[in-house]
């Protein structure tokens, strides 16, 4: 038997442990065949026959399964060997001392990189102290949630204020003068942004007919933002392009053929998304590794394969007046002032000089403002940025709310917020918090990929989206991964999520007594916190 | 006996609600059962009241009513507005038969369980909302010559309504916009347009009991309102729809979304060019093709010692006895490297696939 000796890494280090029961495996294999991370293995080790002295040394030769000891093919807590198991012979336990950190960092010489979410949550989550307070009961009429009818939807476009509309009346119609921004009114929880390349293409495709499916047969107008990765060319000739809201971010990666596409595209898409940040990994671009790279994500973006960094920003753009200028400008004009254009940046002290910028537009070209919060999941980061970098969603939704509230500008550019939704379960109550705070509507990923059938957790629970390995077929590109995914069955989770989360928001809208979103409804809510009173300046109760 | 005539206001004043019942009270309880009031507002004339002889009727003439005229009116009680009255009329109408010449507010008939309700105009929002229908009375029934308001017959749980849209051609419902929402009992007749009803209701034919109800019916309620020469329009019974709520069976079911994709979606998915995928879904351990490992055999230290054979769980290992080489078969294999493990020369390999 080899020696141990203390510099090495051993079992202790790892941030899980596999817990065995010889007694209970009857060796089918099924564990390590699951595998994807290559964390556990069949091993061969010497067992005494007997405890009597006198045959102390008769041993036997015996099969049991074994954790491997490495930094990269590691344990992450994913769950699936217990879950093939027939017998409930293994299971991974969260090792509370860990030091698999500190042993990456000193044997690497190279910064830890994670997907999923940031595991270190210390700033707590503000939505949860938040209630629904205001409720009608004979101060007007509270709804039914079940019977009667409501419209969720919101605007997506720039909305020009009353002293901006010029019409006049032709023929008998009132007519505008000049052409108005394009606007359309979708539902308030829009899927995305998940790039072709950061999910599988089953993944990716399940979405898109989740999407379409919602708009189809349950009339319900969601949007999927494609994240930047490309978009099937297929899809883009297709009808169902005008559910999709088009990304673009530093990489511009699939663009080219966005382009072709379009002298034969027969609708417009639903708008576009300018990526300038995301929540989760602030200040970074997008971060694909290599392992994802598959050959149909090198042909859609144009690269080998090799780890894909988008650049931090926009290159050519070193001010908002400039971004407005080219980005917007040209994004407009690209589907020829038909599509609104929408931005996202990532939550940060300075987004409320950003928006109030974007609010003096003279183009009226600007038409959504979305926030990323720092609670936001991400395809792969350095955990330094996932766990370090960002601000809370809450706070800077509310600021940029109240900013365009002072000038009397609600409402002109659409805010979207994102980041961490769903987090603790309840997704629409979060969703009718934000509206309540300012928001038209939001953005999630993470939920949706949970609803796929993502095992990850905040608290250190697999989170291994970067690696490839995505034991759901998720984050992968690995083909029998992928293959595990069923499109149908996760297209359909999605939908029936939808339709419950739509219910949900109708409980909540009925007792407050609205019958469209409540949009900036802060005194529906009420805090038992007050730090979170006076910050958001809601009612405090206690 | 004599009719009582009340006269509620004067030139200077009006008579509160309470004096004016105070005096109808004494007027019952001397024996009248006729009143003509001159009424100024007062609420819920004619609100549970009864003659003092049993089964004796009493009659309500009334102009210029307050709100929920006929309110909780019982049976023997028949009151004729003069002109129009606000909403509220017949509110949890327990029997009484209330005719209204002119127009009715909102929520005309709310609630009504039992007795008839007759306007000769229209009615305002949300009227006939959550009118019931109790077996051991008669069904309520809710007359309007001309249109509802919106959200009409909200809630509704049994009785009838009737909205004849006479003189209503121009418009796009003759029962409001988010009409029948929550309804799930009673029966709707009405004729003329209709829109934006809610999803829970269905539109049917006319049968011939359908018909016979609303001509005995119709005759009746013309005759009450004094239109008696527009039966013959009214009786088009082509004109006529029938509102009822969708049997909970009936209700259809949302199809599936893998139904969706098969009739709607790419044939071969917006993928089908970029990737090779058969669309089959992969077990978490499953032999073949979705194996994440798979063992490779090498001669050079083999001793043949058959203990990957006896060990593999899935029997996938194969020995050629001519050549005395070992393969794990792939549609046995599951990829769990138990050979790798048990080998005492480390002959087998697992390879990433």
Redesign the interface.
């Known amino acids: 038997m080899a020696a141990v000796k203390i510099n090495e890494l051993h079992k202790c280090d790892l941030p899980w442990i596999i817990e065995y029961d010889e007694s209970k495996c009857?060796?089918?294999?099924?564990?390590?065949?699951?595998?994807?991370f290559?964390a556990i293995?069949?091993?061969?080790v010497e067992r005494k026959k007997s405890n009597s002295i006198f045959e102390k040394n008769k041993c036997e030769k015996v099969?049991i399964i074994k954790q491997n000891i490495s930094l990269d093919n590691y344990c992450t807590g994913c769950g699936?060997c217990a879950?093939?198991c027939p017998n409930d012979a293994i299971k991974a336990v969260r090792n509370k001392d860990d030091k698999y950190s500190v042993a990456y960092r000193a044997k690497k010489a190279d910064s830890l990189k994670k997907g999923g979410r940031s595991n270190l949550n210390t700033e707590g989550r503000t939505l949860d102290k938040i209630k629904i307070g205001r409720i009608s009961q004979m101060t007007d009429p509270s709804l039914?949630a079940?019977?009667?009818?409501f419209e969720i939807k919101t605007p997506f476009g720039r909305v020009l204020s009353a002293d901006k509309l010029n019409f006049e009346v032709k023929n008998g119609k009132v007519t505008p003068t000049a052409t108005l921004p394009p606007n359309s009114w979708i539902y308030p929880v829009i899927f995305g942004d998940m790039s072709i390349g950061a999910v599988s293409?089953?993944m990716?495709?399940a979405m898109?007919?989740?999407t379409?499916?919602l708009n189809?047969?349950?009339g319900i107008p969601i949007r999927m933002c494609t994240g930047e990765g490309g978009i099937?060319?297929?899809?883009l000739k297709?009808r169902y392009v005008k559910y999709m809201i088009l990304q673009i971010a530093s990489g511009h990666f699939g663009w080219n053929r966005i382009i072709e596409a379009m002298p034969d595209m027969t609708d417009d898409p639903a708008g576009i998304l300018i990526k300038i940040g995301q929540g989760a990994k602030p200040g970074d671009g997008g971060l694909l590794m290599a392992s994802k790279v598959?050959r149909?994500v090198q042909?859609?973006r144009g690269v080998p394969k090799a780890d894909l960094l988008s650049p931090p920003t926009h290159q050519g753009l070193y001010s908002i007046e400039e971004s407005v200028q080219k980005m917007f400008l040209s994004m407009n004009a690209a589907f020829k002032f038909r599509v609104p254009v929408a931005i996202k940046v990532a939550a940060s002290a300075t987004s409320v000089s950003v928006y109030n910028n974007l609010l003096r537009d003279p183009y009226n070209i600007v038409g959504g403002f979305f926030l990323d919060g720092l609670a936001g999941g991400t395809g792969a980061a350095h955990e330094i940025s996932l766990n370090h970098t960002g601000h809370p969603i809450t706070s800077k939704l509310r600021d940029c709310y109240l900013a365009a509230v002072h000038q009397g500008r609600q409402g002109e550019i659409p805010l979207f917020a994102g980041g961490g939704l769903g987090q603790t379960g309840s997704f629409a109550a979060d969703v009718f918090k934000l509206i309540c705070l300012g928001a038209n509507g939001v953005f999630c990923g993470r939920t949706i990929l949970e609803i796929a059938g993502c095992i990850g957790n905040d608290i250190g629970k697999c989170n291994s989206c970067n690696t490839g390995k995505c034991?759901a077929g998720i984050a992968t590109q690995?083909?029998?991964?992928?293959?595990?995914?069923?499109?149908?069955t996760v297209?359909?989770n999605l939908?029936n999520y939808i339709l419950a989360t739509d219910f949900e928001l109708k409980k909540l809208m009925a007792p407050v007594g609205c019958s469209t979103l409540p949009i900036g409804r802060s005194d529906a809510l009420i805090t038992v916190d007050k730090h979170i009173s006076n910050r958001l300046e809601i009612q405090y109760a206690c | 006996m004599k009719v009582c005539k009340i006269k509620a206001y004067s030139d200077s004043e009006r008579m509160s609600t309470q004096a004016l019942f105070q005096l109808i009270y004494e007027k019952v309880q001397e024996g009248f059962c006729d009143f003509e009031i001159d009424a100024c507002g007062q609420h819920d004339i004619a609100c549970a009241l009864w003659a003092k002889k049993k089964n004796k009727k009493l009659n309500f003439k009334i102009k210029n009513p307050g709100q929920r005229v006929g309110a909780m009116a019982l049976n023997n009680t028949k009151i004729v507005v003069e002109g129009s009255a606000t909403s509220d009329v017949g509110w949890l109408n327990s029997g009484a038969e209330i005719v209204v010449l002119g127009n009715a507010g909102d929520t005309a008939s709310h609630c009504a369980a039992s007795g008839k309700i007759y306007i000769g105009g229209s009615v305002g929002t949300r009227s006939g909302a959550l009118m019931k229908y109790d077996p051991k009375f008669s069904a309520p029934e809710f007359w309007v010559l001309k249109n509802a308001g919106s959200f009409s017959f909200?809630?509704m749980g049994g009785g009838i309504g009737v909205i004849c849209g006479y003189d209503c051609d121009s418009l796009k419902s003759v029962l409001g916009n988010?009409s029948c929402?929550?309804m799930v009992g009673g029966v709707i007749y009405a004729r003329g347009n209709i829109e934006g009803l809610?999803s829970?209701v269905c539109i049917k034919k006319l049968e011939k009991e359908d018909k016979d109800f609303l001509l005995n019916g119709l005759k009746k309620f013309l005759k009450e309102i004094n239109k008696e020469k527009i039966l013959k329009e009214l009786t088009q019974f082509n004109d006529w729809k029938k509102i009822v709520p969708i049997d909970s069976k009936e209700k259809k079911k949302?199809?599936?979304?893998?139904e969706?994709?098969k009739n709607?979606?790419?044939r071969e998915?917006?993928?089908?060019?970029?990737?090779?995928?058969?669309?089959?879904?992969?077990?978490?351990?499953q032999s073949g093709?979705?194996?994440?490992?798979k063992p490779v055999w090498d001669s050079k230290n083999c001793v043949k010692c058959d203990i990957c054979l006896n060990?593999c769980?899935?029997k996938a290992i194969v020995k050629d006895e001519k050549t005395l080489s070992y393969c794990a078969a792939d549609e046995k294999c599951?990829?769990?490297?138990?050979c790798?493990?048990?080998c005492p020369k480390q002959v087998w390999q697992m390879k990433k696939?």
Not at chain 1, 146 to 149: P, Q, S, V, Y
Not at chain 1, 232 to 235: D, E, G
Not at chain 2, 269 to 285: C, H, K, P, S
């Open positions: 009857i060796q089918c294999g099924k564990c390590t065949a699951a595998c994807s290559n293995k069949p091993a061969v099969l699936m879950n093939v039914d079940t019977r009667h009818t293409w089953r990716w495709e898109a007919i989740a379409a499916y189809e047969v349950m099937p060319t297929s899809l297709s598959a149909y042909e859609i034991p690995d083909k029998c991964l992928v293959s595990r995914l069923d499109v149908d297209a359909q939908v | 909200e809630f988010r929402v929550g809610a829970c949302n199809i599936p979304v893998s969706f994709r709607n979606w790419f998915g917006i993928f089908g060019d970029l990737v090779d995928d058969t669309a089959d879904v992969y077990a978490l351990a093709a979705a194996r994440l490992r060990n769980p899935q599951i990829g769990c490297a138990i790798a493990a048990v696939k």
